[in-house]
């Protein structure tokens, strides 16, 4: 399913699947979580296996692609963000990939 998506974004949307940052090996995305207090999900590996997210400076932006505008944050940046959040007070476990 990743691998449909790349390639729809290569026909429609160009900048964006040439944004896509390389995947992350299994080792690189537990050295990154190691500090979690929770485990992620399979899934999650996979989605960072795939590709490593896109650079803040590139979002879906809208009318570009299915008129959505979000982000696909890089996991070392997700993590950034989940500390911050929790520095903040937050108390839930809240893990932006996207936003």
């Given at each position: 399913a990743l691998e449909r998506i790349f390639k729809s974004l290569e026909e429609t949307a160009p900048d964006i699947a040439n944004s896509l940052q390389a995947g992350l090996t299994p080792e690189k995305i537990d050295e990154i979580t190691n500090d979690l207090p929770f485990a992620l999900p399979k899934e999650?590996?996979?989605?960072?296996?795939?590709?490593?997210?896109?650079?803040?400076?590139?979002?879906?932006?809208?009318?570009?692609?299915?008129?959505?505008?979000?982000?696909?944050?890089?996991?070392?940046?997700?993590?950034?963000?989940?500390?911050?959040?929790?520095?903040?007070g937050c108390p839930s476990n809240l893990f932006r990939i996207f936003s």
């Open positions: 999650i590996y996979d989605l960072y296996q795939w590709r490593n997210g896109i650079p803040n400076s590139v979002v879906f932006a809208l009318g570009t692609w299915n008129g959505i505008q979000a982000s696909f944050a890089p996991l070392q940046q997700v993590v950034n963000d989940f500390h911050h959040l929790k520095e903040c």
